[in-house]
Nanobody
Framework: QVQLVESGGGLVQAGGSLTLSCAAS????????MGWYRQAPRKQRELVAA???????NYADSVKGRFTISRDNPKNTVYLQMNSLKPEDTAIYYC??????????????WGQGTQVTVSS
């Protein structure tokens, strides 16, 4: 089993920055890809960014050039640096992890979510 705990959400003005963290514990040796999803009110959950154990990344088009995902394997932690935030980035951000894959589709494990609110 793997447990994921997110931190770093909050309220920020448009154009500002936030950094989210997701710390994994438990059977972390089994995790191959980690990343972030988000869900805004009345919208489906969508993939924001993901990173493999080897450091290969992918991003949603809407965040490319503004968000950066990184991973500290010894600490079993993944980070999401969010710059130039827009009101449309407002959502609950969920950390996800998947075993035996390089694409973060249908994660095996989820964190509890952290709220990010961007004011205009």
């Amino acid at each position: 089993q793997v447990q994921l705990v997110e931190s770093g959400g909050g309220l920020v003005q448009a154009g500002g920055s936030l950094t989210l963290s997701c710390a994994a514990s438990g059977a972390t040796y089994s995790i191959d890809v980690m990343g972030w999803y988000r869900q805004a009110p009345r919208k489906q959950r969508e993939l924001v960014a993901a990173i493999t154990r080897g450091g290969i990344t992918n991003y949603a088009d809407s965040v490319k050039g503004r968000f950066t995902i990184s991973r500290d394997n010894p600490k079993n932690t993944v980070y999401l640096q969010m710059n130039s935030l827009k009101p449309e980035d407002t959502a609950i951000y969920y950390c996800g992890a998947r075993i035996g894959a390089t694409i973060l589709h249908n994660p095996d494990y989820w964190g509890q979510g952290t709220q990010v609110t961007v004011s205009s």
